[in-house]
């Protein structure tokens, strides 16, 4: 019952391959050319909520001058028009593709524009998209006309408390808005007893952390206009920092009403030629004018402007083309999450319909989807570290994929090996969790786990980083491979006692006595019990029985087979890891172990691994149910060293 | 065994059984059954009964000699266990696997509780470090380490098919004992350098210290405070602490001080010194006098603000305000007399020479020259900034100065320097002179004969006076010079107009501030060391012969005597003061470190998030007078004489802007036999998982063959002829 790839896809022919790859540029394609639905869940927001409480402080509310980044001309429209446009032909009009490839520093970072976008939509309202809108073109509106988004409900509050704490200052009903919605308007949050409030909460350090997450939702929503930093550093000074367009001729604000005439006058900074200057800024004040004043053509041919004018500013510094068309795309694919959740979870469906014997052949597909899902895991690690320019294995996203990414590797290998669909079902389990929880995480806490691309640490430039996380985190996704044999193993286990070998075939007989469907399994494991013989055939009941018990057994034993090899792997490369960490930390701190909760709840799973190796010895008898169960218990303790010890203890692994 | 499973085309399943870790367990003692051994392979039966021994590789021979030794002390230990009485229990005892397994269970539970709650350490109010070095852990890991020994010795034989859980047991016990050594004799640190700064000691992560200085001679003591609680309050009034200091201490830094009774008294942990007012004494002068004062304009009022006569920062309010207010307490004459003075325009100086009896108030403007008329001194004003000031006691206060160069044209010469004349704290001005073309600092002033003080007009100020006869005057010098003056008493208003605007000033309360500990809530403490020591208090209780007890409140700062908060001042009778710092202890380096650079590297166009920092440092041995340049930066450490230097922190000084390295210091005693230990582990278990189960096959294989052979040539010469 061997598998052999190529024999296997030679059978399959040319037909099921191109159903495949079809499958996955369909995905692929269908993910990307969803712009509103590409940045993930969408938010509706009611674009004519009042607000129930009078304005806020006019210095720190929405809408202060410093907001909008566009100097006024002599024909800007007033704040009442502005919020009073009706936009729906500029929104059909407006080409943002242009503009979503250029490149912007935000955060000491170099990213697309459309990567700003997504990260700062999320950071103002825990969703990338906002009334299926494209990402940038919402944060455009909101830097070009801050006004029209004041009373509108889109900042989002995380923590369920604090909604109901806001809640008791406005009526019923827009209470239950926000409890239900959990998104409030930033005039709201600019009032005065509101911002009493949240600083009251704040000063519970239970709950500072979400009064910090509001702040920044607000401040992100602020500073949006501000953050534009677009223009690549002169020739002159390569390493200097980008800047916004409207600082490329310091003195264009004196002009302010007659911007066109006065150009001719105006002298850029420094580096930068005159021509450069005045071509950039006019195209974005063309975009900023088009945008404020709703006249679509204009703004459109901002953009066509900026889009030509801005790689040529430093052309050896600006990122390539391609980097940036892959940038936005890996963006719209929700990182290559989606598409790896469906290939595990296919693989996975069928590696378990394999492994419990209900349709051996159905090994052959999972093995293939199972396949597709690590190349493509790989292809998007790949495009990541391309991406970032460094092993994509710094924050809790990056190490969640990496993970399981090395686990599915060394799966696959496994499965090859041993061919009992066993490693193919508890690796393809692990890609999916993985999968499932880096996709679905950051919209169910409205957080980021580390899905945006960024710098290293200084602290963690080394190295020292890769040797160390990429151990651990092999051993992790060995763990969690563990943890799903152990649970196959207790599950069927409890299946076999709840139905004996002897009742089972008794039903087989009474229904082939009475004419029944011939029924191909009855229960996990029922596939052996059927055998060559068929129903009944030459052999007593009590023979059946038997054979059926000796099957159920080996199938046992083959789970805890399976389960055991990966346990000591999972031991090695856990301890091997751990040791990794202290030699690291003694040649940078000066002390190899420092009882930080991370090191601390490391070494407990890895002693739950060495008294499971031991137990094995001591209880023979019971050796494969100690493993199941221990299996569970060490998956438990390394989720709470992996996620659990972040939110609930402070220590010297924040970044992991 | 692990062959047991011959059928199985797994070759790491049976490896895991694993390995036979301790399969044997169980069963009889290892060196009598000779469990291990290659002669227990099944196949070889035939073999035995046709009287020849089964092939052995060499290692496999070096392997069976060198496990008779352990083997010997094995069966010396049997015979310890077979007999009755406490030893032979003993033995007995601790040849359980099952034991080993409750005690990794204890251990685990002793780490997750001690690593997951913090609220235990904090009962316990001990540090993690202290946690996991207490008793109980090291009980634990003697009892595992006895048991380990036992089991090994007595159950699990030497041999090339056991080399790999023998290496891993072995690894254990070394990794513990290497434990052991390392974190019995750690000490651990943190040191602050500035830029071209020398420092010659480092203090302890873990041990705090008071210390005391006698500003007068400069000399210090250091008391350590190894006993100081770490999260549990100690107060006087329900759980005093009682910590005498020393009198040979005291007297050490000055004869007198012997009579005064110096104690810790109380700690207070999540706590930080605020101020708190209390009401003026009758009989003598308050220790901090303070008043509280109200603004009120276009029926806007500030609410009550205290003003602190005798801490420079907190008597003076001038940020965030169209005009200035200070509160000057018990003034001198003269300082009453230059505020008081009119004059007409935005800046201006009153020179004094009282050796030439002048006394004259100039308007000055930059780089116009004041020849000042019957002194020998001519003026060049130079520009008006504002400074931070960093003297000690002066933290957070800030000034407006003008920098005056100042030519003197007496004594047949020309002498040249540059005052700095402070406008809020004129006993702060300073001199500068060029050196060998450096620019050096004068702190007490190079020319006594020249006052000068710097009066600020650009803006409205405000002083209230208190007088030394209790009553209260507001000063006003409106932007432009010119001053009023009008009484003021405590309850009432008094009207000022400020730009045209009108403006009330009321006198709400005057009090003798004391500074107490005020501690954080609880909701936002964590029982962590860092964040409890970083803010913690110490109450002092000073007892003089002539004086009742006073108490004295001390708040923790990092750096001992070279802190940031000003030290607190405590009068020892005699006029005298002795200057009190709660810190951590000082322990020497064993080098002289000097920052000689010291850089922030971002990432390209970057300036928010730093990618290394990097300290040059030069090293001096003391005593060889030998010298070695060492850049640390993060992830690359140096070594000073068994010590591990290694880049903690970076950052300038609020005030001076002037950079500065923190650099961690350790020792590492006792590493290298933890790293053996480790490496043990990992290589034996490594072993035991993948390379004991290629070799049994290679030997399953060869003792099959032997085997046929053997039956073969048994068929043979059996055969009838």
Same mark, same amino acid.
């Given at each position: ?71 006024? @001309? ?75 988004? &004041? ?25 239950? =808005? ?102 950039? /800024? +006019? ?53 290559? /999450? ?108 409205? @957080? ?8 290293? &640490? ?34 069927? *286990? ?15 007989? *009474? ?84 009882? &930080? ?12 691994? +060495? ?46 | ?41 099944? /196949? ?33 230990? &049997? ?31 002793? !780490? ?117 609680? !770490? ?13 005498? !200091? ?99 325009? /935005? ?36 520009? @008006? ?121 009321? +006198? ?7 500074? =107490? ?71 020497? +380096? ?91 582990? !990992? ?15 290679? @030997?399953? *294989? ?20």
């Amino acid at each position: 019952m061997g598998f052999n790839l190529r024999r296997s896809v030679a059978r399959a022919g040319h037909v099921r391959i191109q159903f495949l790859a079809s499958l996955v540029i369909l995905l692929t394609v269908i993910t990307a050319a969803l712009p509103g639905v590409a940045g993930g869940a969408v938010i509706k927001v009611d674009e004519a909520a009042v607000p129930k409480l009078p304005m806020g402080h006019p210095v720190i509310g929405p809408g202060s001058p410093q907001v909008n980044p566009i100097p006024s @001309k002599s024909r800007m429209r007033e704040t009442s028009d502005i919020v009073n446009q009706n936009r729906t032909i500029f929104k059909k009009g407006i080409h943002l593709s242009a503009l979503e490839m250029l490149t912007i520093q935000n955060n000491d970072e170099l990213k697309t524009l459309d990567t700003w976008a997504r990260e700062s939509i999320h950071a103002i309202c825990g969703y990338s998209s906002i009334n299926g809108e494209k990402p940038l073109y919402t944060a455009l509106d909101m830097a070009f006309r801050p006004q029209a988004w &004041d009373n509108r409900n889109f900042i989002y509050i995380m923590a369920v408390p604090i909604r109901e704490r806001l809640g008791k200052l406005v009526s019923p009903r827009e209470a239950k =808005r926000i409890l239900e919605q959990g998104t409030v308007s930033p005039v709201f949050l600019a009032n005065p007893e509101v911002r009493k409030l949240l600083i009251q909460i704040g000063s519970q350090s239970v709950l500072s952390s979400s009064v910090q997450q509001i702040s920044i939702a607000m401040q992100t929503f602020q500073t949006l206009g501000q953050q534009l930093a677009i223009v690549p550093p002169a020739k002159s000074d390569p390493h200097g920092r980008w800047v916004e367009p409207i600082r490329l001729l310091p003195n264009l604000g004196k002009m302010i009403g007659t911007i066109a005439p006065n150009l001719k006058a105006a002298k850029p900074l420094t580096g930068y030629s005159t021509a450069t200057a005045k071509a950039v /800024t +006019l195209a974005y004040v063309d975009l900023g004018y088009g945008w404020t004043s709703n006249n679509v053509s204009e703004a459109n041919a901002g953009i066509h402007q900026l889009a030509v004018a801005l790689p040529a500013v430093n052309p050896t510094i600006y990122p390539e083309y391609a980097k940036r068309f892959v940038e936005v795309w890996y963006n719209r694919v929700f990182n290559g /999450t989606l598409i790896g959740v469906f290939f595990y979870f296919i693989s996975l469906t069928l590696f378990l319909i394999a492994a419990t014997g209900a349709y051996p052949a159905a090994r052959k597909p999972a093995i293939i989807f199972f396949t597709l899902a690590v190349l493509l895991h790989a292809t998007f690690m790949g495009i990541r570290w391309w991406l970032a320019g460094r092993i994509p294995i710094q924050n809790e996203f990056e190490s969640v994929l990496g993970s399981a990414f090395i686990g599915c590797v060394v799966g696959l290998i496994l499965e090859y090996w041993k061919r009992n669909s066993l490693f193919g079902l508890a690796f393809s389990f692990v890609g999916f969790l993985a999968m499932t929880a880096c996709f679905v995480v950051p919209f169910v806490l409205g @957080k980021s786990i580390g899905a945006n691309i960024s710098h290293v &640490d200084g602290v963690l430039n080394t190295y020292w980083l890769y040797i160390h996380v990429n151990v651990v985190i092999s051993s992790y996704a060995l763990i969690g491979a563990s943890f799903c044999l152990g649970l196959v193993y207790l599950f069927t *286990k409890l299946h076999y006692s709840n139905t004996p070998a002897s009742l089972v075939i008794q039903n087989r007989f *009474k229904f082939a006595t009475v004419g029944g469907p011939a029924l191909a399994m009855a229960g996990g494991g029922g596939g052996y019990a059927s055998g060559p013989t068929g129903y009944g055939g030459s052999k007593t009941p009590e023979q059946l029985a038997a054979e059926l018990t000796e099957q159920r057994l080996g199938f046992l034993t083959r789970l805890d087979q399976a389960n055991i090899i990966v346990l000591q792997m999972a031991f090695w490369f856990l301890g091997t890891g751990i040791i990794f960490g202290a030699v690291w930390a003694d040649y940078s701190w000066g002390r190899p172990w420092g009882w &930080d909760p991370k090191e601390t709840f490391a070494l407990v799973t890895w002693l739950v691994y +060495l008294i499971i190796v031991h137990l094995r010895f001591v209880s023979p008898k019971y050796r494969s149910d100690w493993t199941a169960w221990l299996s569970i218990v060490g998956f438990l303790v390394m989720m709470f060293n992996w996620i659990g010890v972040n939110f609930f203890l402070v220590g010297l692994h924040s970044y992991a | 065994m692990t062959v047991t499973n011959p059928d199985s085309n797994c070759a790491i399943p049976e490896s895991s059984d694993a390995e036979n870790l301790n399969s044997d367990a169980n069963l009889a003692p290892s060196h009598t059954a000779n469990i291990g051994s290659t002669s227990k392979v099944p /196949t070889g039966s035939s073999a035995k009964l046709a009287g020849s021994a089964p092939p052995q590789w060499a290692i496999e021979r070096f392997f069976n000699r060198l496990g008779q030794y352990p083997a010997a002390i094995g069966s010396a230990l &049997d015979r310890l266990a077979a007999r009755r009485g406490p030893i032979g229990r003993i033995v007995w005892f601790f040849s359980s696997v099952q034991l080993g397994l409750v005690w990794l269970f204890l251990t685990a539970t002793y !780490i997750a509780i001690g690593s997951g709650m913090p609220w235990v350490r904090s009962a316990f109010d001990v540090t993690s470090m202290e946690f996991f070095d207490a008793f109980p852990m090291v009980i634990l890991m003697l009892l595992l380490i006895t048991t380990l020994t036992v089991v090994t010795l007595r159950r699990i034989r030497l041999s090339l098919y056991k080399l790999g859980v023998w290496t891993v047991h072995t690894g254990i016990i070394t990794l513990v004992i290497g434990c052991f050594f390392y974190f019995g004799m750690k000490h651990e640190g943190m040191v602050r350098i500035f830029l071209n700064q020398k420092v010659n000691h480092y203090y302890d992560s873990s041990v705090r210290a008071l210390y005391i200085v006698n500003p007068q001679n400069k000399r210090h003591v250091m008391v350590g405070l190894p006993q100081l609680p !770490i999260f549990k309050k100690r107060s006087p009034g329900d759980t005093p602490l009682n910590i005498p !200091i020393p009198a040979k201490d005291l007297s050490r830094l000055n004869p007198a001080w012997v009579h005064a009774h110096v104690a810790i008294v109380g700690y207070y942990p999540y706590s930080e010194i605020a101020p708190t007012p209390f009401s003026r004494p009758v009989n003598h002068a308050p220790h901090n006098p303070a008043i509280a004062v109200n603004l009120s304009a276009g029926g806007v009022s500030s609410g009550a603000q205290w003003l602190l006569g005798k801490l420079p920062a907190g008597r003076v309010m001038d940020r965030g305000s169209p005009f200035g207010i200070e509160y000057l307490y018990h003034p001198s004459a003269r300082r009453q007399r230059d505020i008081t003075t009119s004059f007409h325009g /935005t800046n201006a100086i009153i020179v004094n020479v009282p050796k030439d009896h002048v006394r004259r108030v100039y308007i000055i403007k930059p780089n116009t020259p004041i020849v000042v008329k019957g002194t020998p001194y001519t003026l060049l004003p130079i520009a @008006k900034i504002t400074m931070p000031l960093r003297s000690p006691g002066y933290l957070g206060a800030t000034s407006q100065c003008y920098m005056i160069n100042v030519t003197r044209t007496d004594a047949g010469g020309l002498f040249k320097f540059q005052r700095v004349a402070l406008f809020r704290y004129p006993t702060r001005t300073v001199d500068f002179i060029l050196k060998h073309g450096k620019r050096e600092l004068i702190p007490n002033k190079i020319d006594h004969q020249l006052h000068i003080r710097y009066l600020d007009a650009a803006r409205d100020q405000f002083w209230v006076v208190e007088h030394k006869n209790g009553t209260f005057t507001l000063v006003h010098r409106a932007a432009g010079g010119k001053v009023s003056v009008q009484p003021m008493k405590l309850g009432s208003n008094a009207p000022a107009v400020v730009q045209g605007m009108p403006v009330q000033f009321s +006198l709400q309360s005057d009090a003798d501030m004391r500074f =107490r500990p005020e501690l954080i809530p609880p909701a936002d403490r964590r029982p962590k060391v860092e964040n409890t020591m970083g803010k913690c208090v110490l109450e002092l209780q000073l007892t003089r012969p002539d004086r009742r007890p006073e108490s004295i409140y001390l708040q923790y700062q990092q750096f001992g005597l070279s802190g940031d908060l000003p030290p607190a001042k405590v009068r020892m009778g005699n006029g005298q003061t002795a200057d009190f710092i709660f810190s951590q202890l000082e322990r020497p +380096l064993p080098v002289t470190l000097k920052l000689m650079a010291c850089k922030e590297l971002f990432y390209s166009g970057g300036e928010n998030f730093p990618r290394d920092f990097i300290s040059k440092v030069r090293m001096t041995n003391d005593k060889t007078g030998q010298n070695r340049i060492a850049v640390i930066h993060l992830n690359h450490p140096a070594q000073a004489d068994g010590l591990h230097l290694f880049q903690a922190r970076f950052g300038h000084d609020p005030a001076t802007g002037s950079p500065f390295t923190v650099l961690g210091v350790g020792n590492t005693h006792g590493f290298y036999a933890m790293l053996v230990g480790v490496i043990m582990v !990992i290589l034996g278990i490594g072993y035991a998982f993948y390379i004991k189960p290629i070799l049994l096959n290679i @030997k399953k *294989k060869q003792l099959a063959a032997y085997a046929a052979r053997l039956q073969k040539s048994s068929t043979h010469t059996n055969a009838p002829v």
